[in-house]
């Protein structure tokens, strides 16, 4: 197991795709999770998780730039409980702009306990200071209001809202080191 970070509370680790694969396709497949990601598809099939981990993997093997989706797991019971983002920011058409974001999505029994701001803090922090990345972003669809409290808890700073990336109007906020 490959640890990239940890919290006072989780493991933020690169992804075990056989171990990993019920805990994804639970959230995946939880229409209340994948509300603003995902454009709101669930997966529909264990298979279907695999294939698309599998993708991830081999993608963020590909880039070789520290960028990652990777699991959030519980030290209190060594189950994964979210995805933290740290990765280049697909613009509208597909191609990955020079802007990195930090994201999160949680398990929906996991909601409302932290998470998102402890480990949106660790990905600033890694962000700024292991990838020495300038500045760092989050995208947040303006309906997602818990995603929004989580970039205003982590000092972000709202800019525009946006259709630069990923064919959405999206809030588009960033954070200097600091």
């Known amino acids: 197991m490959i640890v990239v970070f940890e919290t006072e509370r989780l493991i933020v680790r690169h ?15 939880d229409p209340e ?55 280049q920011i697909p613009l509208t058409g597909g191609e990955l702009s020079d802007d990195w974001q930090v994201g999160w ?7 409302g306990k932290g998470y998102a701001t402890e480990v949106g803090k660790a990905l600033l922090t890694h962000g700024f200071t292991v990838l020495k990345k300038p500045i760092l972003h989050a995208v947040v669809d303006p309906l997602n209001h818990a995603s929004r409290r989580v970039t205003e808890r982590l000092g972000m ?22």
């Not at 992804?15 to 497949?29: K, P, Q, R, T, W």
């Not at 070789?64 to 995805?83: F, L």
């Not at 999505?105 to 909601?111: A, G, I, V």
């Not at 700073?157 to 600091?178: A, M, V």
Request: proline share 2%.
């Open 157 to 178: 700073t709202f800019i525009e809202r946006t259709s630069k990336y990923y064919d959405l109007e999206l809030d588009h906020f960033q954070k200097l080191p600091g």
């Open 105 to 111: 999505h949680l398990r929906r029994d996991c909601w």
């Open 15 to 29: 992804i075990d795709v056989e171990a990993d694969l019920e805990s994804y396709f639970a959230m995946n497949s």
């Open 33 to 87: 999770v994948i509300h603003f990601i995902r454009s709101g598809k669930v997966i529909e099939s264990l298979e279907k998780q695999r294939e698309e981990l599998n993708a991830l993997v081999e993608r963020y093997a590909l880039r070789n730039n520290g960028s990652g989706g990777w699991p959030m797991v519980s030290k209190e019971s060594n189950r994964v409980v979210g995805t933290a983002i740290l990765n």
